[in-house]
Structures are given as structure tokens and as C-alpha cells.
């Protein structure tokens, strides 16, 4: 089993709030993906990093890949009761391996 | 495209029952999986395919087969089902396109075994 601690497990948070959720690992991944999962539907892909150091945006979404592609971050700027759900992390290659997870909870 | 498509969406079964759940993707992937999904335990891979007639068992593969007949298919067979098997599972396929792997998942089937 290739180990992947997400963190905080569960957040609740106000509306507008900022908020970041972590992704680590004892090893390196090759790339990692980010997906959003909401109740009762199936985990929906966010982003790809490949790069150690990379940034990516969505929105308002800030997804960074560490320098030695051992951990990630995920930050939420200005929360919406619409980013509510599970954010799950994944090492990928031929088999891919989640993180238990980060419950959102974002308060109107 | 109807994208990734799973039947039941929610199934009971007694111990000791068999039965398939059902996925279908249209995307012309080659590359499907299943996996499952409980409480605190992220989600596990049961077994995957490459192509049409190749699978191999990924990390929670007993109590559970599966073949690929065609390109669209994937069914997931439980042989004698358990209680340890209450969850929900999750079928998916992606593309493969060097690193930049794009994962398509069903909407899940959840299944009580009693």
C-alpha cells in the first residue's frame, strides 16, 4: 500500500473564509491529481501535477506540487457553500492510490 | 456521451449471494478500473484493465472477479458476498496520455451485504 495522509480530515468553515488542505507522501510521485467528490456521485478530476514546484490555478483554486514531488497543497481562496465535499488526493501510474480524504463543509 | 454508467445504483444482498454490478464507459477507453469506497479508507482498487481481455487484481482484489470481453464493458463479479463487502464501488476509466492521466468515475453503486 503506497501511503497517502491527507489533512486536516474534516474542515468547517464560514463562507468566504480562505482554507488549505495537504497532501503527503513518504515517497515521490511520479504526478499526483487532485478530484472533488460530492455526495452520492462518483470523484470528479480537478488538476495534474507532473513538475516538483508546480502551480496551477482554477478559478479560485491554487493547487501547488512540492519541490521533491513528496506532498501537495490545495488552497480555497474566498470558500463557497458550492465547494463543499471531499477533496481526495492520488498518486497515479498504472495503479492509482487515494488519500482518505479532506471533508469541506463551507457555511452560507 | 453518456461518460462512465454503473448499474444498480443501490443493492441489498443476504451473505453468501453472488452478483455483477454493471460498467459501461463510451469514451473508448482502454484503460477501466474498480474500486471501493469506505469511511476513512479513501478509495481502494479492486482490480483493473488495460484492454479487452487483460485485467490484473489491484490492492483489495478477494472475494471479487472480473473480466473484459469488450472495450465498453467491465463488470465486477461478487462470488459468495460478505458483510466486509458493504460499500460503494466505484467504476472508472481514463485515458493515458504520458502523465496526464484523465480518470472518468461512475456515479457508484452502493451495496449492503446483511
Known amino acids: 500500500t503506497q501511503l497517502l495522509e491527507q489533512s486536516p480530515q474534516f474542515l468547517s468553515i464560514q463562507e468566504g473564509e480562505n482554507l488549505t488542505v495537504y497532501c503527503n507522501s513518504s515517497?515521490?510521485?511520479?504526478?499526483l491529481q487532485w478530484y472533488r467528490q460530492e455526495p452520492g456521485e462518483g470523484p470528479v478530476l480537478l488538476v495534474t501535477?507532473?513538475?516538483?514546484?508546480e502551480v496551477k490555478k482554477l478559478k479560485r483554486l491554487t493547487f501547488q506540487f512540492g519541490d521533491a514531488r513528496k506532498d501537495s497543497s490545495l488552497h480555497i481562496t474566498a470558500a463557497q457553500p458550492g465547494d463543499t465535499g471531499l477533496y481526495l488526493c492520488?498518486?497515479?501510474?498504472?495503479?492509482?492510490?487515494f488519500g482518505t480524504g479532506t471533508s469541506l463543509t463551507v457555511i452560507p | 456521451n453518456a461518460g462512465v454508467t454503473q448499474t444498480p445504483k443501490f443493492q441489498v444482498l443476504k451473505t453468501g449471494q453472488s452478483m455483477t454490478l454493471q460498467c459501461a464507459q463510451d469514451m473508448n477507453h482502454e484503460y477501466m478500473s474498480w474500486y471501493r469506497q469506505d469511511p476513512g479508507m479513501g478509495l481502494r482498487l479492486i482490480h483493473y484493465?488495460?484492454?479487452?481481455?487483460?485485467?490484473d487484481q489491484g490492492e483489495v482484489p478477494n472475494g471479487y472477479n472480473v473480466s473484459r470481453s469488450t472495450t465498453e464493458d467491465f463488470p465486477l463479479r461478487l462470488l459468495s458476498a460478505a458483510p466486509s463487502q458493504t460499500s460503494v464501488y466505484f467504476c472508472?476509466?481514463?485515458?493515458?496520455?504520458?502523465?496526464?492521466?484523465?480518470?472518468?468515475f461512475g456515479p457508484g453503486t452502493r451495496l449492503t451485504v446483511t
Open positions: 472508472a476509466s481514463r485515458t493515458d496520455r504520458g502523465l496526464s492521466y484523465e480518470q472518468y
Open positions: 484493465s488495460v484492454g479487452a481481455g487483460i485485467t
Open positions: 492520488a498518486r497515479t501510474g498504472n495503479q492509482f492510490y
Open positions: 501535477v507532473v513538475t516538483g514546484g
Open positions: 515517497s515521490v510521485f511520479s504526478s
